[in-house]
């Protein structure tokens, strides 16, 4: 946090301009070093000084220089970006120029982290800002816009508020019981607000999947032995040749993605090589792919050949899927029927790929069972990834645990724990309460530069 940070903040590549961003305390001085033009040093906070860099007596390029001194700006810190021509040789140059004079190239997202630890933003909202750059639609740009703005880590303050004041209640009445002017905190009241407090955050998680949903897309792994017509299932989703199709078994060897939108929520798409006993070592290779991926997905579609009855390798991947959300896709039904598919089965689909209008059926059932019709809000007040919900789920189960200490009569003091554990679980959200290796992990996916 003492040193001054440098890096690229565009996009590598010829374009018009490129940014070369400085944050910490010297980040005015050590510009002012290689900078030809006005006294850096003199300028007023957020002003761009026309000038030139020099890297000794060498011209490196015709600059625009942002000053922007603290506490007000992005990290709080000292900032200098550099506007030059945009280019790969020239934007390089400048980061040698400015890192041989004294600055130290910077993490990825360690501007934003410093925002966050300097107390300009908290975790939520710097979240948002990667979530920002990389939405991929409409209604994320949107969700991460109101995460930015600050909604949710409102709404996630005022819950903990809540909590605070039924705290700080419970310890009144704990410490000094002899007072008779303040409120007394009976087990009826405590389970009255805990009642509300459960039901209120029991809806924010609900709504939250669903927003999450709509941000990260449904990553959709197509499953099957060889020759079931995986790959032509995800040509005709995507409406191209994406994959490589024909009638000998194994020829897709690795997985193949693509992209969709299914009442504007984004389908990740995963073809994956077809799974069977092999001694080809890189077909091995793609099996053992394919079957790593059922972890990682959160749909699965199982495709079976109706032409042909099940086989061994066919009852292994009903088997390996049977605890995950999947459809059965019963494909080449324009064929004559021969499969006959194991009682107690869930969400089967048939189809074909003779045309677009072939896999409609799959496509519907995609949009049942994750609700897409109905999904789509106009409040973006909510989570939006999987370590926000998470914790807004353990948060819940203590409010739980405390409605089960209440039920069995236990004393006022052990249901507190469960309500601090609680308001603890939630400041983890915003950022309130965090561990290093938390930190380092969330900022460690960030853009170099931002």
């Given at each position: 946090?003492?040193?001054?940070?440098?890096?690229?903040?565009?996009?590598?590549?010829?374009?018009?301009?490129?940014?070369?961003?400085?944050?910490?305390?010297?980040?005015?001085?050590?510009?002012?070093?290689?900078?030809?033009?006005?006294?850096?040093?003199?300028?007023?906070?957020?002003?761009?000084?026309?000038?030139?860099m020099?890297?000794?007596?060498?011209?490196?390029?015709?600059?625009?220089?942002?000053?922007?001194?603290?506490?007000k700006?992005?990290?709080?810190?000292d900032?200098?970006?550099?506007?030059?021509?945009?280019?790969?040789?020239?934007?390089?140059?400048?980061?040698?120029?400015?890192?041989?004079?004294?600055?130290?190239?910077?993490?990825?997202?360690?501007?934003?982290?410093?925002?966050?630890l300097?107390?300009?933003?908290?975790?939520?909202?710097?979240?948002?800002?990667?979530?920002?750059?990389?939405?991929?639609?409409?209604?994320?740009?949107?969700?991460?816009?109101?995460?930015?703005?600050?909604?949710?880590?409102?709404?996630?303050?005022?819950?903990?508020?809540?909590?605070?004041?039924?705290?700080?209640?419970?310890?009144?009445?704990?410490?000094?019981?002899?007072?008779?002017?303040?409120?007394?905190?009976?087990?009826?009241?405590?389970?009255e607000?805990?009642?509300?407090?459960?039901d209120?955050?029991?809806?924010?998680?609900?709504?939250?999947?669903?927003?999450?949903?709509?941000?990260?897309?449904?990553?959709t792994?197509?499953?099957?032995?060889?020759?079931?017509?995986?790959?032509?299932?995800?040509?005709?989703?995507?409406?191209?040749?994406?994959?490589i199709?024909?009638?000998?078994?194994?020829?897709?060897?690795?997985?193949?993605?693509?992209?969709?939108?299914?009442?504007?929520?984004?389908?990740?798409?995963?073809?994956?090589?077809?799974?069977?006993?092999?001694?080809?070592?890189?077909?091995?290779?793609?099996?053992?792919?394919?079957?790593?991926?059922?972890?990682?997905a959160?749909?699965?579609?199982?495709?079976?050949?109706?032409?042909?009855i099940?086989?061994?390798?066919?009852?292994?991947?009903?088997?390996?899927?049977?605890?995950?959300?999947?459809?059965?896709?019963?494909?080449?039904?324009?064929?004559?029927?021969?499969?006959?598919?194991?009682?107690?089965?869930?969400?089967?689909v048939?189809?074909?790929?003779?045309s677009?209008?072939?896999?409609?059926?799959?496509?519907?059932?995609?949009?049942?069972?994750?609700?897409?019709?109905?999904?789509?809000?106009?409040?973006?007040?909510?989570?939006?990834?999987?370590?926000?919900?998470?914790?807004?789920?353990?948060?819940?189960?203590?409010?739980?645990?405390?409605?089960?200490?209440?039920?069995?009569?236990?004393?006022?003091?052990?249901?507190?724990?469960?309500?601090?554990?609680?308001?603890?679980?939630?400041?983890?959200?915003?950022?309130?309460?965090?561990?290093?290796?938390?930190?380092?992990?969330?900022?460690?996916?960030?853009?170099?530069?931002?």
């Open positions: 946090m003492n040193d001054t940070i440098v890096a690229i903040s565009t996009t590598m590549g010829v374009g018009a301009i490129s940014i070369v961003r400085l944050s910490g305390s010297e980040a005015v001085s050590i510009v002012n070093k290689c900078f030809k033009g006005k006294d850096l040093s003199k300028v007023q906070s957020h002003t761009i000084n026309y000038g030139h020099y890297d000794g007596d060498e011209l490196i390029d015709e600059v625009l220089v942002s000053i922007m001194l603290k506490p700006s992005y990290t709080t810190e900032v200098v970006e550099i506007n030059c021509h945009g280019g790969i040789i020239t934007t390089n140059k400048i980061l040698e120029t400015i890192l041989n004079n004294g600055a130290r190239l910077a993490e990825p997202g360690e501007f934003t982290k410093r925002a966050f300097n107390g300009r933003i908290d975790l939520v909202k710097s979240e948002a800002i990667m979530d920002l750059i990389q939405s991929k639609s409409e209604e994320a740009r949107k969700i991460a816009l109101s995460q930015l703005d600050g909604k949710t880590s409102a709404l996630i303050t005022k819950f903990r508020n809540n909590l605070k004041q039924l705290l700080s209640s419970i310890e009144v009445n704990i410490d000094y019981p002899e007072y008779y002017d303040i409120e007394v905190m009976t087990i009826e009241k405590i389970n607000q805990v009642e509300k407090m459960k209120e955050l029991s809806y924010l998680i609900k709504e939250s999947e669903n927003t999450a949903t709509i941000k990260n897309g449904i990553k792994v197509i499953l099957g032995k060889p020759n079931v017509g995986k790959s032509s299932i995800l040509n005709m989703l995507l409406e191209q040749d994406k994959a199709v024909t009638n000998i078994a194994g020829t897709t060897r690795d997985i193949v993605e693509g992209e969709i939108y299914l009442d504007g929520v984004l389908l990740n798409i995963i073809d994956t090589a077809g799974i069977r006993a092999t001694d080809d070592l890189v077909e091995k290779i793609g099996v053992e792919k394919s079957l790593s991926m059922i972890n990682e959160d749909l699965i579609v199982v495709v079976l050949n109706n032409n042909e099940l086989s061994q390798e066919d009852y292994e991947i009903l088997e390996k899927t049977k605890n995950k959300t999947r459809i059965i896709v019963i494909n080449k039904n324009d064929l004559n029927r021969k499969l006959t598919l194991p009682t107690g089965l869930t969400n089967i048939e189809t074909n790929t003779n677009v209008e072939g896999i409609k059926s799959l496509k519907e059932k995609i949009k049942e069972m994750f609700n897409l019709e109905k999904i789509s809000t106009k409040d973006y007040t909510y989570l939006t990834n999987s370590r926000q919900i998470s914790l807004a789920k353990k948060a819940y189960q203590n409010l739980l645990d405390a409605k089960e200490a209440i039920k069995e009569n236990q004393p006022v003091d052990i249901i507190e724990i469960d309500l601090k554990e609680c308001f603890d679980n939630l400041g983890e959200i915003i950022g309130a309460t965090y561990s290093d290796e938390i930190i380092d992990n969330l900022f460690e996916n960030f853009c170099v530069g931002k």
